[in-house]
């Protein structure tokens, strides 16, 4: 009823009880497809919720972004990234 009306709401508690297993078999596919319909009409929740889920397969998938760069690009933000004062002056350098 709720996803027939378009209420956003009744389409993310659809979405919550498919992840949680309330009163349903737990099927978290199904759970990301009513959360991104309902993330489609602007519900806050749900987009965290698609959020999370973009961001927990990238985590267990160890999802590389750019795996193309050149090595000296790699090598620079990697000193950047763990506070290297070098790495960090040759990223502001852009060298």
């Not at 996803?3 to 009744?10: A, D, K």
């Not at 009513?34 to 999802?63: K, T, W």
């Not at 750019?66 to 070098?86: H, K, L």
């Amino acid at each position: 009823m709720a996803e027939r009306s378009g209420n956003m709401q009744g389409i993310f508690n659809i979405g919550f009880m498919y992840e949680n297993g309330d009163g349903v078999v737990e099927d978290h596919a199904k759970a990301i497809q009513y959360f991104m319909r309902a993330a489609a009409q602007g519900h806050v929740r749900a987009i965290e919720r698609v959020a999370d889920y973009i961001a927990q397969a990238q985590l267990s998938d160890n999802i590389l972004i750019d795996e193309d760069d050149d090595n000296e690009e790699e090598s620079e933000s990697d000193d950047a990234g763990t506070g290297d004062p070098a790495g960090i002056a040759r990223m502001e350098e852009g060298t």
